[in-house]
T-cell receptor, first 115, second 118 residues
Framework: DTGVSQNPRHKITKRGQNVTFRCDPISEHNRLYWYRQTLGQGPEFLTYFQNEAQLEKSRLLSDRFSAERPKGSFSTLEIQRTEQGDSAMYLC?????????????FGPGTRLTVT | GENVEQHPSTLSVQEGDSAVIKCTYSDSASNYFPWYKQELGKGPQLIIDIRSNVGEKKDQRIAVTLNKTAKHFSLHITETQPEDSAVYFCAASIGSGSYGGSQGNLIFGKGTKLSVKP
């Protein structure tokens, strides 16, 4: 499978615990995006990387959230001290363009449930 | 900031009929408008896109039109089939540094749940 992959697909955690998600983009895609999607809504942008540099963060990304993309390949999104409001689908997308606009291809997502 | 409105929120059609979904955007700097199809439990799948220098684009049974003056774009699906049933999202990409940071991050509408009845 040459698409975007995400792990785990589902995560149930108790409030206050830390969780980490992983995204593997399409090979050679240099841009990687994280979005969050709640029930009945469209995806909302969280942050994106060009290679290993994190170039933009949304106001939605509180200080409990941190994302990394070491070596410009896979990325991780960590949520510390989870809250019930963090329950959502976390989507990763990747793209490869030499200039804007960028076609983004999404992974299957990680569904987080905070109890 | 940028806002994308999508209508209708639900759409039910008979197999073989056409379906039209409409979106409007607020930021005139937007220059890229993709459409995604999302099936239950899956991530969004890019089905077609249009750039601001083009007024219409077709791909088999799917077409998208863009009216930059009115700031709206539409998805047209002809000869609908039951497998077209899904949630469809429109999106806009902010091209020039206003809301959200500008480097291609997408602003999505709230989605249209399309049901195609056999």
């Amino acid at each position: 499978d040459t698409g975007v992959s995400q792990n785990p697909r589902h995560k149930i955690t108790k409030r206050g615990q830390n969780v980490t998600f992983r995204c593997d983009p399409i090979s050679e895609h240099n841009r990687l995006y994280w979005y969050r999607q709640t029930l009945g809504q469209g995806p909302e942008f969280l942050t994106y990387f060009q290679n290993e540099a994190q170039l933009e963060k949304s106001r939605l990304l509180s200080d409990r959230f941190s994302a990394e993309r070491p070596k410009g390949s896979f990325s991780t999104l960590e949520i510390q001290r989870t809250e019930q409001g963090d329950s959502a689908m976390y989507l990763c997308a990747s793209s490869l363009r030499s200039g804007p606009p960028y076609e983004q291809y999404f992974g299957p997502g990680t569904r987080l449930t905070v109890t | 900031g940028e806002n994308v409105e999508q209508h209708p929120s639900t759409l039910s059609v008979q197999e073989g009929d056409s379906a039209v979904i409409k979106c409007t955007y607020s930021d005139s700097a937007s220059n890229y408008f993709p459409w995604y199809k999302q099936e239950l439990g899956k991530g969004p799948q890019l089905i077609i896109d249009i750039r601001s220098n083009v007024g219409e684009k077709k791909d088999q049974r799917i077409a998208v039109t863009l009216n930059k003056t009115a700031k709206h774009f539409s998805l047209h699906i002809t000869e609908t089939q039951p497998e077209d049933s899904a949630v469809y999202f429109c999106a806009a990409s902010i091209g020039s540094g206003s809301y959200g940071g500008s480097q291609g991050n997408l602003i999505f509408g709230k989605g249209t749940k399309l049901s195609v009845k056999p």
